[in-house]
């Protein structure tokens, strides 16, 4: 198949079950998916869920809602000018590059969708809970189903919630094949019998409640086979996401540590100088004084020179990422790796490693473990698994009917059970988390 044609499959604007989506020039059907996703309320609940720094008392820093804005305004224009030179090279036809800054602004803004209070620690407090519960070994769990919850991955629970949790009825938000595919960073369930290498293998992107969904994607899509029928190579466009959501959470975590004391000024400044090379020297950054003003110059630098290196390395590999044979971070193979593991030093020694960070993380796994033992328990007694409680009646009427199955009863079949109890407590912002705990614990009663 010739390269114009893998991307003409690769652009697919079909939405699996509903056919091929009638876009308008004035309104595309990948523009219409960005849309989708900002109307949800799942989008909504990002704005209190944990970017960097928890529960943050400022009214400065970042939440996963800002971020995930701001990645998708960097994955429209990092898509636009590689679109523009595919289209060139392949003739491509009824293709803008619009489209292509439209299908990664969208999977950009979906990207952290997934995520559990608490961040990045609430995806360990899932997965440690489960590993530790001793709840697994009570049902015949295929290793798969077990992998699942053993290894719980907010990327998969993104994708569930895009293709069924949101409007379940339809279900799902019914996005576009490329803007799914290009979303799934990691096209592979959690089990597998054979480890696959390289990036898009080191996390997974859907349970296996979910899998038939992602084969509908990738076959909409063409996307290489890794292991048939289980594990693709990625979209390539998902790595533009990767780029986008990098450049962002970096240089983008190190201005607000700075801005809140865990960094000097002077210390981010000079890293975000070498980032952004020689374009400010001599440049307007002489004039500035304010170190605020001085930090938000460098950044945009910044994030311009990371976002013309990425597509440097994008289009001059082109042939084999289309092939499945390139697999490799985009930034690391460019000229700005050195400067930027300078970036990523300091946030692993500094920024993520603050204590406030640490602190609240830290009850985040207290929280969650207590909220997934007490309504895991109420729907297990439910489904008849041992002698209901009177306070497990009570947790269950709790618990909302969309996370129940049919009649408003636990379903019958323990892994989707515990997936719905999991949906529940993942789709949680940090605060109804934390308020609902209190109150369960009995320190916060209602007035």
Not at 48 to 66: A, C, E, M, N
């Amino acid at each position: 198949m010739s390269q114009r044609k893998i991307w003409e499959k690769l652009l697919s604007a079909e939405r699996p079950g509903a056919g091929k989506a009638p876009g308008s020039p004035e309104r595309t059907a990948f523009q219409q998916d960005y849309d989708r996703i900002v109307f949800t309320s799942a989008f909504r609940r990002l704005k209190d869920k944990t970017q960097v720094f928890p529960l943050s008392k400022s009214d400065y820093v970042r939440t996963r809602l800002t971020h995930s804005l701001e990645a998708s305004c960097v994955g429209r224009s990092l898509g636009a000018v590689v679109g523009r030179e595919i289209i060139a090279r392949h003739g491509l036809q009824h293709v803008e590059s619009g489209d292509f800054g439209a299908i990664v602004a969208a999977a950009c803004l979906a990207h952290d969708i997934g995520n559990p209070p608490f961040g990045h620690a609430g995806e360990d407090a899932i997965r440690e809970w489960f590993r530790t519960s001793g709840l697994l070994e009570k049902h015949p769990f295929s290793p798969a189903q077990r992998a699942d919850f053993e290894q719980y991955e907010g990327n998969a629970q993104g994708f569930r919630i895009v293709t069924r949790l949101q409007s379940p009825a339809n279900p799902g938000l019914q996005l576009t094949s490329a803007v799914l595919a290009t979303f799934t960073k990691y096209p592979r369930p959690s089990a597998l019998d054979v480890a696959l290498d390289g990036k898009s293998g080191k996390k997974f992107g859907f349970f296996q409640h979910d899998a038939a969904s992602f084969r509908a994607v990738a076959a909409s899509t063409g996307l290489v086979e890794r292991l048939p029928g289980t594990a693709w190579r990625r979209h390539p466009l998902a790595f533009l996401v990767e780029v986008a959501d990098d450049t962002c959470y970096l240089i983008v975590d190190l201005e607000d540590a700075a801005k809140l004391g865990f960094v000097p000024y002077r210390d981010a400044e000079c890293l975000l100088a070498d980032l952004a090379g020689d374009s400010v020297r001599g440049g307007r950054i002489e004039r500035l004084r304010d170190p605020k003003e001085r930090l938000e110059y460098l950044r945009a630098k910044a994030i311009g020179r990371l976002l013309d290196a990425a597509a440097a390395v994008f289009l001059e590999n082109e042939e084999a990422i289309l092939a499945g044979r390139f697999d490799d971070d985009l930034l690391e193979q460019s000229p700005v790796s050195i400067p930027l593991q300078a970036v990523l030093k300091l946030a692993k020694e500094t920024i993520y490693t603050a204590r406030p960070a640490l602190e609240i993380e830290t009850a985040g796994f207290e929280v969650l473990g207590a909220l997934l033992e007490r309504f895991t328990s109420a729907v297990e007694a439910g489904a008849g698994q041992g002698r209901m409680t009177t306070r497990e009646r009570m947790l269950l009427k709790l618990l909302p009917a969309q996370f129940l199955g049919h009649g408003g009863v636990p379903d019958p079949d323990p892994y989707i059970r515990l997936l719905q109890i999991a949906d529940f407590v993942a789709g949680m912002t940090d605060s109804y988390a934390v308020d609902l705990y209190r109150k369960l614990r009995g320190f916060d009663l209602p007035a």
